[in-house]
């Protein structure tokens, strides 16, 4: 069935960027979507990008021209990179390999 694994959370101030990744168990290319989805306490995940195997790419509007979703597939690694953060951007950060979910990363955004 496979894993996958989330890093690169941490605390970043407003305005700066911090660089997420997602590692998985099988080979990236027999994936067929890849997404990132966030949460905070008391709400709903929410999707903040997803991308297919064919490189079709849809963004949440709150992130869009914000954050850029990417995949490597000699990696078997997906990247979210973040730039001009919010402090609403403040969430666990989760990676989605079809239906496999890893466990999280926090991104806190504060000075």
């Known amino acids: 069935q496979g894993s996958v694994a989330e890093s690169g959370g941490g605390l970043v101030q407003p305005g700066g960027s911090l660089t997420l990744s997602c590692t998985t168990s099988?080979?990236?290319?027999?994936?067929?979507?890849m997404a990132w989805y966030r949460q905070v306490p008391g709400k709903d995940r929410e999707l903040v990008a997803e991308?297919?195997?064919?490189?079709?790419?849809r963004y949440a509007d709150d992130v869009q021209g914000r954050f850029t979703i990417s995949r490597d597939n000699a990696k078997n690694t997906m990247y979210l990179q973040m730039n001009n953060v919010k402090s609403e951007d403040t969430a666990v950060y989760y990676c989605?390999?079809?239906?496999?979910w890893g466990q999280g990363t926090q991104v806190t955004v504060s000075s």
């Open positions: 099988k080979r990236i290319d027999t994936v067929y979507l």
């Open positions: 989605k390999a079809n239906l496999i």
């Open positions: 991308i297919s195997s064919f490189g079709k790419i």
